[in-house]
């Protein structure tokens, strides 16, 4: 299984397309058993659902995101955590305990020049 954290740092972001980058997880058996750093490649409608999906990863883990990348996920079957906040790794630890849920932080009317939250 493959986690994605959008992240700037080691910390969750509080924007999907605008993180820094995405920290991938790989988890065995509930545990962590590697990660990698890849940088956001650059924010463009529809496109980094698909450079994830084409990673391997099962589940995005992100502090805010748009419907739009929402169902693009839900449409490879790429399960979406939004809420979520804090450290990246723990946030991958809490969902492999099935402690992590998703709030709906959905960011509604977004403008991609504009800061999730700055509406």
Same mark, same amino acid.
């Given at each position: 299984?493959k986690i994605a954290?959008?992240?700037? *740092?080691?910390? +969750?972001?509080?924007?999907? !397309?605008?993180?820094? /980058?995405? $920290?991938?997880?790989?988890? @065995?058996?509930?545990?962590?058993?590697?990660?990698?750093?890849?940088?956001?490649?650059?924010?463009?409608?529809?496109?980094?659902?698909?450079?994830?999906?084409?990673? *391997?990863?099962? +589940?995005?883990?992100?502090? !805010?995101?748009?419907? /739009?990348? $929402?169902?693009?996920?839900? @449409?490879?079957?790429?399960?979406?955590?939004?809420?979520?906040?804090?450290?990246?790794?723990?946030?991958?630890?809490?969902?492999?305990?099935?402690?992590?849920?998703?709030?709906?932080? +959905?960011c509604h009317d977004?403008?991609?020049?504009?800061?999730?939250?700055?509406?």
């Amino acid at each position: 299984m493959k986690i994605a954290i959008a992240s700037e *740092g080691k910390m +969750v972001t509080e924007h999907f !397309g605008h993180c820094e /980058g995405f $920290i991938i997880f790989e988890a @065995e058996n509930g545990q962590i058993t590697g990660s990698e750093t890849v940088l956001n490649p650059g924010h463009r409608p529809g496109f980094l659902p698909n450079f994830l999906n084409d990673k *391997g990863v099962n +589940v995005i883990i992100s502090g !805010g995101m748009g419907g /739009g990348a $929402i169902d693009i996920f839900n @449409e490879k079957n790429i399960e979406v955590i939004v809420g979520a906040s804090g450290d990246a790794r723990a946030a991958a630890e809490m969902y492999l305990k099935g402690e992590l849920k998703s709030t709906g932080s +959905v960011c509604h009317d977004h403008v991609h020049s504009d800061e999730c939250g700055n509406h």
